[in-house]
């Protein structure tokens, strides 16, 4: 399947400026908001709608004008949604569970025109839409393209057939959308990745740029009894005096946790010898995605692709995934470590601990 293009996705230095400055401008189109809030636009098609126009894709479709309304507290640095967009568009085709969704700029095809029609565009040059505003307050979009939600030149990559199958249908254009609260915009992008409250706040937002941590966890002999593959006996991950000063000198709190160092200690059962290995973090969506670093390393080779995965867990555990051997259960820099783990050292779910518990 060809990668889906992700709105508010980080955008090239060019890109950003342009988008900033568009930015000024976000709320003053007054045909969509003539009071300056964040406007809604909506229709949810019936089932004899759906009958009647079989080559309609789109069963519920949303445009958003104003702030972002998808991004949510996660993992990533939340910098550049409003300075880089003020359209949303969201749809959900028949059958989808929930929707997709882009996002652009929009502006007055002419500006020195009150009567010019509004343009939004995408990276790449590339259009969202057009639009429109009818005499009953009702949003007329246009020129949406079948492959608004896949890369350019999907069609090349995926073949005809397939590249038919995740396009939007061919009577998927010229929509005429009912003004709504924006309340129900909001209702709407939020499916697209519904928050789990079991889990609690994001991680970024539970552990502080200049606050230690500690999260371990050590096995039983009844645990490692049960599982003969497992290698680990004890493991910390830490923030302690070290990779606080290490980010305080070089970290960008704005960009938290983006640079972020932590330490990973594992004693296995085998050697009975503890091994720390450093790794520096960025946000990625619900995730922080950590690489080795040489930084308070055992090792000495170039083990930068040597990574784990943080995630939040219920009950304010934190679950670690070692999908590939990141973990120093082995030498990093021996071939052995190449492939994958196949072990019971994949995922671990973490309990919070005392800092002590992660002094070395």
């Known amino acids: 399947m060809a990668s889906r293009m992700v709105g508010g996705a980080a955008l090239g230095s060019a890109l950003f400026i342009s988008g900033a400055a568009l930015a000024e401008d976000a709320l003053k189109l007054t045909e969509l908001s003539p009071n300056g809030a964040d406007a809604c636009f909506g229709r949810v098609y019936d089932a ?18 104003g702030h972002d309304p998808v991004s949510r507290p996660n993992e990533e640095p939340s910098t550049l949604g409003d300075a880089a967009y003020n359209g949303f568009l969201t749809t959900t085709v028949r059958g989808a569970k929930k929707p997709e969704w882009a996002a652009g700029w929009c502006n007055k095809e ?12 995408m990276e790449c040059d590339r259009t969202l839409a057009s639009l429109k505003v009818d005499d009953k307050g009702r949003l007329i979009l246009s020129d949406l393209q079948p492959d608004v939600y896949l890369d350019a030149g999907a069609e090349e990559g995926l073949g005809k057939a397939k590249y038919n199958e995740q396009a939007l249908g061919s009577e998927d254009d010229n929509f005429r959308l009912d003004p709504m609260p924006a309340a129900t915009c909001k209702a709407e992008f939020a ?21 230690p941590f500690c999260y371990g966890r050590d096995y039983d002999a009844e645990h490692l009894k049960s599982h003969p593959d497992q290698v680990t006996q004890s493991i910390r991950v830490f923030r302690g005096p070290i990779e606080l000063a290490s980010f305080a000198a070089s970290g960008d709190a704005a960009n938290w946790p983006d640079g972020a160092d932590i330490a990973v200690s594992v004693t ?18 619900d995730q922080w995605r950590c690489s080795a670093s040489s930084k308070m390393s055992d090792f000495a080779c170039d083990i930068s ?15 670690l995934a070692n999908p590939n051997s990141a973990l120093a259960i082995v030498d990093l820099c021996s071939k052995a470590a190449g492939g994958k783990t196949k072990s019971d050292d994949k995922i671990y779910r973490l309990n919070p601990m005392p800092q002590s518990a992660c002094t070395p």
Do not use: N
Not at 112 to 117: H, I, L, P, R
Not at 305 to 319: D, P, W
């Open 48 to 65: 004899a709608h759906l009958k009647a126009h079989s080559h309609q894709k789109v069963a519920r479709i949303f445009f958003y004008y």
């Open 110 to 121: 002419d500006p020195g025109d009150k009567a010019s029609g509004i343009h939004c565009g």
């Open 191 to 211: 499916r697209i990745d519904p928050i789990d409250p079991a889990l609690g706040a994001p991680l970024r937002e539970r552990l502080k740029p200049d606050q």
């Open 268 to 285: 296995t059962r085998q050697k009975g010898a503890k091994v720390t290995q450093t790794y520096s973090c960025q946000g990625e969506a």
């Open 305 to 319: 692709q040597k990574e784990i995965f943080l995630k939040r867990g219920a009950s304010a555990t934190v679950m």
